[in-house]
């Protein structure tokens, strides 16, 4: 009988091979009985994926590492693209996380930080993906998301007042800069659904924080 799941380790990642013919929802079950029976062999390493056989979008890639994460110790750092130099994306991704740029300018982090996740670092990070509601960025300098903030988000978190915070989409949990903290309100009013999701910076004033739309106007009253 055809594995509708096939599970393929490199030197740092793994690479799910998925049965194209089969019905999403049958092959969910699958993937969870596959990491389920695995788990023991898996163990607890940090790895990357990458999908082969069957195209997901978004919303699907997600839903399937998460039942990974239910289902096994394997913890999931993020999605490789399919290209030739995949092992050495692999690599990159799990070793070192991060592309490591000039001290004064901070670093780069890749893909989506799910529910669980904290990525902690000692400069500026700029986040290219997502960050979800549950996951936690903490920065000793300022945070950018090209993506949607929907977690959390410490800035200056050794005390840096001028620190801020940017996301391309901000609908964050909680924002905290230097000792101050925003939270989102319990109950959030219904929002007009919008074309475009506007890019806005959460900064410290006054001891306090403000999220406003990022513009020329606001990136010149505030201390960078």
Do not use: W
């Not at 194209?20 to 990357?48: M, N, T």
């Not at 806005?200 to 006054?206: R, S, T, V």
């Amino acid at each position: 009988m055809k594995e509708t799941v096939v599970i393929k380790g490199t030197k740092s990642g793994l690479i799910l091979a998925l049965d194209s013919s089969i019905p999403y929802e049958q092959l969910k079950k699958d993937v969870a009985e596959k990491f389920r029976s695995s788990d023991e062999f898996l163990g607890e390493a940090s790895k990357a994926i990458s999908f082969q056989g069957r195209i997901l979008d978004d919303e699907q890639q997600e839903e399937i590492i998460s039942i990974i994460h239910e289902n096994c110790h394997l913890n999931i750092v993020c999605i490789a693209l399919d290209d030739p130099a995949k092992e050495e994306q692999f690599s990159k991704a799990v070793e070192n996380k991060f592309a490591m740029q000039d001290a004064n300018t901070g670093q780069f982090f890749k893909g989506n930080l799910r529910s669980g996740q904290v990525l902690d670092v000692e400069t500026s990070i700029i986040v290219i993906g997502d960050v979800k509601a549950g996951a936690k960025v903490v920065s000793k300098g300022n945070v950018i998301i090209l993506g949607s903030l929907n977690g959390t988000v410490y800035a200056g978190s050794t005390g840096n007042s001028n620190a801020f915070v940017i996301a391309l989409d901000m609908n964050p949990m909680q924002i905290k800069i230097a000792d101050v903290i925003a939270r989102a309100p319990d109950k959030p009013a219904k929002l007009k659904k919008k074309n475009k999701p506007e890019t806005k910076i959460a900064f410290l004033e006054d001891e306090n924080i403000y999220i406003e739309t990022l513009d020329k106007d606001v990136m010149d009253d505030i201390k960078l």
